[in-house]
């Protein structure tokens, strides 16, 4: 016999059994929608209103969805569109946090960041690539 749900948050884990749950991309997806419902308050823009609306229902779909796999290729698509973005702006942290000790230029081979102390003002300076080793002359 099926034992009977006791409380809220049992209740709850049977009712997500076998569904997908709440991911990155849910998390996402409501964080814009949010986001817009927030603007459609402004004058003008209250088309905008339904949209965030159904992109808070659709990853609230998401999470109850069943067909686990179509979701987990879903939000791979996801992970690796965002990695790219997600690579850049630690890469802009990391340099705004070390303006005052590092360089960092961009290589003209294979486009990496390189970073090195940062030399006096006014000065040319041999960069080597430490991944494609490739030289290349820069001015501080
Ligand atoms: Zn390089």
Known sequence: MRKRFSNF?????????????????????SAIGIIIMVISLFPHLHFLYTIGFALLILSLLRSLSRNIYKRQMERNK?????????????????????????EYYKCPGCKAYVRITKPGKGRRIMVTCPKCRQSFEERT
Do not use: A, C, N
């Open 9 to 29: 948050g049992d209740r709850l884990s049977g009712f997500m059994q076998g569904r997908y749950g709440y991911d990155e991309l849910s998390r996402f997806m």
């Open 78 to 102: 996801y992970l690796s569109l965002r990695s790219k973005p997600v690579q850049k702006i630690r890469i802009y942290k990391k340099m705004w946090r070390e303006r005052k000790t590092h």
